[in-house]
T-cell receptor, first 116, second 113 residues
């Protein structure tokens, strides 16, 4: 069964550094997402991406965050200057040829980001 | 307050018994609901979904019930197995939002052999 893959599985960085989290969504999916989960808390929506542009973003997704689909297979999340509170599990997800209303999100196994 | 919440943070059941995991939501505009299972070290795994024009939907060993009157969602797992041990999240969405799922805190299901 096709799956969403994320790399790296664990990223440790120092405060103020830039990080790029990488994802390969399911190949025929058109909608891409980033979510995060701070330890012990709920999974939170960050951003959705369709047709090479952001379609929706949350309050968490401030100017420090950006997303990109640099080629036909990768989808990245960049945090420009990491803060301690950015430490979390970051999940990439994708869905098929419609909104999540028509096609459920499929998640990767996440990248654990630790900011020291 | 939380838009989506869970009544019980932990649930322990005997192998072979049926499990019921509950979820409350507060956004009456939500029209799509999903249950996800999350095992340790993994991402949320889709289990089953239901739209607001339905009251019940069945999958393999799982049933989701939706009560819009009281804004309540439940996941029933029949003949619970040790492999069902995980954290279960409900999530809601409304049609005007693209992929912005609102997740509950999760219920940890432990299956005793």
């Amino acid at each position: 069964e096709p799956e969403v893959t994320q790399t790296p599985s664990h990223q440790v960085t120092q405060m103020g550094q830039e990080v790029i989290l990488r994802c390969v969504p399911i190949s025929n999916h058109l909608y891409f997402y980033w979510y995060r989960q701070i330890l012990g808390q709920k999974v939170e929506f960050l951003v959705s991406f369709y047709n090479n542009e952001i379609s929706e973003k949350s309050e968490i997704f401030d100017d420090q965050f950006s997303v990109e689909r640099p080629d036909g297979s990768n989808f990245t999340l960049k945090i420009r200057s990491t803060k301690l509170e950015d430490s979390a599990m970051y999940f990439c997800a994708s869905s098929g040829g419609g909104s999540s209303y028509n096609s459920p999100l499929h998640f990767g196994n996440g990248t654990r980001l630790t900011v020291t | 307050g939380e838009s989506v919440g869970l009544h019980l943070p932990t649930l322990s059941v005997q192998e072979g018994d049926n499990s019921i995991i509950n979820c409350a939501y507060s956004n009456s505009a939500s029209d799509y609901f999903i249950w996800y299972k999350q095992e340790s070290g993994k991402g949320p795994q889709f289990i089953i979904d239901i739209r607001s024009n339905m009251d019940k939907r069945q999958g393999q060993r799982v049933t989701v019930l939706l009560n819009k009157t009281v804004k309540h969602l439940s996941l029933q797992i029949a003949a619970t197995q040790p492999g069902d041990s995980a954290v279960y999240f409900c999530a809601e969405n409304y049609g005007g939002s693209q992929g912005n799922l609102i997740f509950g805190k999760g219920t940890k299901l432990s299956v005793k052999p």
